[in-house]
């Protein structure tokens, strides 16, 4: 059975940094494409990043390119990401997803998603 169990979320002061992980328990992790979500309270989910199964290839969405870092080792079937000068804004609650398709922000072409974990940003 598949799971992805996210972790690291918490409260961060504007501007502060924290680093989320997703552990998964795929056995081909490494031909997935693996992708970061988020839901604020009262709005849709929407796509954060993306990187591709080797990690050669990333994609962002616009609110977050150049503050955030989505990465991967495939040895501990893990997936990060790295979220600096946070926003209040940034307050959701984060989502990992593992896709079959290359590079894609689609949310239903993800076909596993993790629980979540909740990020908090004060201002």
């Known amino acids: 059975q598949v799971q992805l169990v996210e972790s690291g979320g918490g409260a961060a002061q504007a501007g502060g940094s924290l680093r989320l992980s997703c552990a998964a328990s795929?056995?081909?992790?490494?031909?997935?494409?693996m992708g970061w979500f988020r839901q604020a309270f009262g709005k849709e989910r929407e796509f954060v990043a993306a990187?591709?199964?080797?990690?050669?290839?990333?994609y962002y969405a616009d609110s977050v390119k150049g503050r955030f870092t989505i990465s991967r080792d495939n040895a501990k079937n893990t997936v990060y990401l790295q979220s600096n000068n946070l926003k209040p804004e940034d307050t959701a609650v984060y989502y990992c997803?593992?896709?079959?398709?290359?590079?894609?922000?689609?949310?239903?072409?993800?076909?596993?998603w993790g629980q979540g974990t909740q990020v908090t940003v004060s201002s």
């Open positions: 997803a593992a896709s079959t398709y290359y590079h894609t922000s689609r949310e239903e072409e993800y076909k596993y």
């Open positions: 795929i056995r081909t992790f490494s031909s997935y494409t």
């Open positions: 990187i591709s199964w080797s990690g050669g290839s990333t």
